[in-house]
């Protein structure tokens, strides 16, 4: 094993990481049902969990459930590391998040530059030094341009990166064919002790295989052990296993194409009786039953459960 990987070996930054759904029940976080899940997971053998997250909602939720579903992720986790997301609209708003997640015990916060108006550049950037100056709590970037409509540059990552306090970025979907050049691009501006993880189950097994660190799942919050099986195959003596079993999940990952993972997730959730019935916050409205139906048929299909 390399300095720099024996470094990272045993990281919360590392492996596999389960963002679990928050499940509303008349419009206000499922206590009961969170707390479930999270135990539920772990159990799982996942490697961390990442709560208020996107699959997590947390831009639905006031500061208030934010910090309590902080509390219950860290109570219901049992050894395994929780990173807490704090992402907000404005910096002071990030920064008592940030508090709330230190004061929980959470051993990292996830962060993303959101935003009503456009951000720049340096908008972002002095986001993420305010937060790293701030606080002694690990930073995970969070780079998902299909929900805060902000695309990182390689130059930025660089300049990011070079911030104390940064642990890790979480970057978009890529595809397989472009896995191993974009990886290996955004390797050489981060320093060793920066890890790397992919979000995008679809096209993780691929980003794996071409270096990532970890992969934090949208699946594994709900169904760990599809996620586990390919993130195990791809650290095993045949990583292209690891292939093999996200193929096999092909009908999920044309779910997720087709209505978006936090729709279909917080429905195998419903179907699977781990949450209340129409647990996002509206104005999302789920799955149609039509939809639901095929999910069902998915789940049945693959043993997910």
Not at 29 to 49: C, K, M, N, P
Not at 76 to 100: E, F, K, M, N, Y
Not at 256 to 278: K, N, Q, T, W, Y
Request: aromatic share 6%; net charge negative; glycine share 8%.
């Amino acid at each position: 094993m390399s300095g720099a990987a024996a470094d990272l070996a045993g990281s919360p930054f590392t492996g596999l990481s389960a963002f679990p759904l928050t499940p509303l029940c008349d419009d206000a976080v499922d206590e009961y049902a969170f707390a479930s899940i999270v135990s539920r997971l772990a159990a799982s053998g996942v490697d961390s969990i990442t709560a208020l997250g996107s699959t997590g909602c947390a831009a639905y939720l006031t500061s208030a459930e934010r910090e309590r579903v902080g509390r219950l992720a860290l109570e219901h986790a049992g050894s395994v590391p929780v990173i807490v997301g704090v992402s907000a609209l404005r910096t002071s708003q990030v920064l008592t998040h940030v508090d709330a997640a230190a004061e929980a015990g959470a051993v990292g916060v996830l962060l993303a530059p959101t935003s009503y108006q456009p951000l720049t550049d340096r908008e972002v950037l002095e986001l993420y030094r305010t937060v790293t100056e701030h606080t002694d709590l690990p930073v995970v970037v969070y780079d998902n341009p299909g929900t805060t409509h902000f695309t990182f540059s390689l130059e930025l990552y660089a300049q990011i990166a070079q911030l104390p306090g940064i642990a890790s970025f979480k970057i978009p979907p890529m595809a397989p064919e472009t896995a191993g050049e974009r990886v290996a691009a955004v390797r050489a501006v981060l320093p060793e002790h920066v890890t790397l993880g992919i979000s995008g189950d679809a096209c993780a097994a691929s980003a794996l295989l071409a270096g990532c660190d970890g992969w934090y799942s949208v699946i594994a919050g709900t169904c760990p052990q599809p996620a586990l099986e390919i993130m195990r195959a791809a650290a095993g003596p045949q990583p292209q296993d690891a292939l093999t079993a996200s193929e096999r999940l092909e009908p999920l990952w044309e779910l997720f194409a087709d209505h978006g993972s936090l729709r279909v997730v917080a429905a195998i959730a419903e179907h699977l009786g781990l949450a209340p019935g129409d647990c996002l916050p509206q104005p999302l409205l789920g799955l149609s039953p039509e939809q639901r139906e095929r999910t069902a048929e998915a789940v049945a299909e693959l043993g997910l459960r």
